[in-house]
């Protein structure tokens, strides 16, 4: 039953802020890469984050619509990635999915998505 779990998505006035959670569940050893999609109604599934480790750190990458507003960090102990969103606009409405690389208890990788949690923003 590994699976990955997202909560905190919901209304929001335009200006406002959403905090997403994503926690890896089941048994699993820790988590990989890890990134936040969306898809709106009509349009094509777009990475907004990812982020990975490495032996010099932390390294994150952004969608240009997001950059400055939107921040992903990870909790490795907690086996969660979050997706702190700022300043929220209308065109930020869409679904959002968490999808990652998890190391189970086998050895071996394997990508998981999410369910989706929706977002909307409001004008």
């Known amino acids: 039953q590994v699976q990955l779990v997202e909560s905190g998505g919901g209304l929001v006035q335009a200006g406002g802020s959403l905090r997403l959670s994503c926690a890896a569940s089941g048994s699993i050893f820790s988590i990989g890469a890890m990134g936040w999609y969306r898809q709106a109604p009509g349009k094509q599934r777009e990475l907004v984050a990812a982020?990975?480790?490495?032996?010099?750190?932390?390294?994150?990458n952004y969608a240009d619509s997001v950059k400055g507003r939107f921040a992903i960090s990870r909790d490795n102990a907690k086996n969660t990635v979050y997706l702190q969103m700022n300043s929220l606009k209308p065109e930020d409405t869409a679904v959002y999915y968490c999808n990652g690389d998890l190391l189970l208890l086998s050895g071996s990788y394997y990508n998981y998505w999410g369910q989706g949690t929706q977002v909307t923003v409001s004008s």
């Open positions: 982020i990975t480790s490495s032996s010099s750190g932390d390294s994150t």
